[in-house]
């Protein structure tokens, strides 16, 4: 039975689409790889309102640099770091600067027209394309070897419950925004909660199987071998699922901390949380992407853990001379970078499981956020930094490009995975090919 009619029968089932990817990883399905590649792994981290350029960015450029303030924290990683400059958000058309800055960040494409208003520039709606971590697990999810059970996963932490251009970085297509999960404990049900399922699923098997028998003797013998097919197919489900129950997986679920509310003060702590889920997802092969979405663009969280009670939005649009802003910003930039390095640290300690190094020498974290500078609202210059050798990218790096469009870095990343696309997003914005990080 091949894989598309393995699709259709699990469908007419009635098994719903978001099981689908999970049983079809199963071996009885075909899915087990006669080959393995080594296995690579992508991470988005945003932040947002933009930085400040004079404490993020190095003065030198080549191997021989020197981290500023906001990235000291990655010390430890400066030799699995590249740091670019000169990558622009280049889309244009509808939409404010947030708008754009957040939703074409990985989609590299313009919003619709719609009706969200925002700042001084005209309304818009969702963006016109997919994003690049969805392009890259669909990708993934098409080929046998690097099918995965979720394929991607959203992680957020104080995202809000809003729903618009501002609040959205994933795309599953055009006008299909993908919305993260920053509640740690539905993140954690998601990815643990579904053994009851199962049970569900082999007891319907079980049923068919006698069904089956008793069909057997009332059908020609041309439908007699397609339920025999289809009868093979059901006993070896059946069998896989009894013996994945019996399976432990490489890492138990992390014990969470009970009863954190989803709120500002806990921002920290969410965010650990949510950093240990994802680290213990991709040990356990559920995903092989991954974004962690810290607030929002305009995100108006206060850092009080910082001894900061500032909105963060309005201190981005503090003027330059305005010291006491410039050391908030740089306080709280700083702490997304500690964030960072944390999520680094425990991918560098952690083994990659049933290969060589560790799980950070085969995952790259991409760091971003929707503005270059904060109070120029600007599209220019916005901080890219990649952090581990999971897409073989030459590390140890400060690079300085010349206003190259951020879409050709997406395109970077799908290469990197062997996905040799030759545009994304606007056609006209990565028309001369992925930027040569190798």
């Known amino acids: 039975m091949n894989d598309s009619t393995r699709r259709e029968f699990l469908q007419r089932l009635g098994v719903s689409s978001a099981a689908i990817p999970f049983l079809m990883s199963l071996p009885s399905l075909g899915e087990a790889a006669t080959t393995q590649r080594p296995r690579q792994r992508l991470i988005v981290m945003f932040s947002p309102n933009g930085t400040l350029p004079k404490y993020f960015w190095p003065d030198q450029t080549g191997a021989d640099f020197t981290l500023k303030p906001i990235l000291k924290p990655l010390e430890p990683f400066r030799d699995k770091m590249l740091v670019l400059k000169g990558v622009h958000n280049r889309v244009r058309g509808d939409g404010d600067s947030h708008m754009r800055g957040m939703s074409c960040l990985l989609t590299g494409i313009e919003l619709f027209p719609g009706n969200i208003q925002g700042g001084s520039h005209t309304p818009a709606g969702w963006a016109k394309g997919i994003s690049i971590d969805q392009e890259i697990k669909n990708y993934l999810q098409s080929q046998l070897s690097t099918r995965t059970r979720f394929g991607s996963l959203e992680f957020g932490v104080g995202v809000s419950d809003r729903a618009d251009p501002w609040t959205r970085m994933s795309y599953a297509g055009p006008n299909q925004p993908v919305a993260p999960t920053d509640d740690p404990y539905r993140m954690y049900q998601k990815l643990y909660g579904n053994l009851r399922d199962k049970a569900a699923l082999q007891s319907v098997l079980g049923t068919l199987q006698e069904d089956f028998k008793k069909l057997g003797d009332r059908l020609s013998p041309t439908d007699r071998v397609l339920l025999e097919q289809n009868a093979k197919f059901v006993a070896e489900l059946n069998r896989e699922l009894t013996i994945d129950k019996g399976k432990k997986f490489r890492a138990q679920p992390p014990a969470l901390e009970s009863g954190v509310a989803n709120q500002n003060d806990n921002l920290p702590e969410l965010g650990r949380m949510q950093i240990e889920l994802l680290i213990n997802s991709f040990i356990n092969d559920f995903a092989r992407v991954a974004t962690l979405q810290f607030t929002k663009s305009v995100g108006g969280a206060r850092m009080n853990w910082l001894d900061i009670k500032d909105n963060h939005h309005s201190l981005s649009h503090e003027p330059d001379k305005n010291a006491s802003a410039v050391d908030k910003l740089t306080r709280i930039n700083t702490w997304f970078a500690e964030e960072l390095a944390y999520l680094a640290k425990r991918l560098a ?50 690079l300085q490009f010349k206003g190259v469009p951020h879409n050709r870095l997406l395109l970077s990343l799908a290469h990197a995975f062997g996905h040799k696309l030759k545009n994304f997003g606007n056609h006209h914005l990565s028309q001369d090919g992925p930027l040569a990080l190798g």
């Open 349 to 398: 300690d952690t083994p990659e499981p049933g290969g060589t190094g560790s799980m950070l020498d085969h995952t790259t974290i991409l760091w971003t956020n929707e503005l270059g500078k904060g109070n120029s609202h600007t599209l220019n210059d916005i901080p890219f930094v990649l952090l581990g050798g999971g897409l073989g990218f030459q590390t140890g790096r400060s």
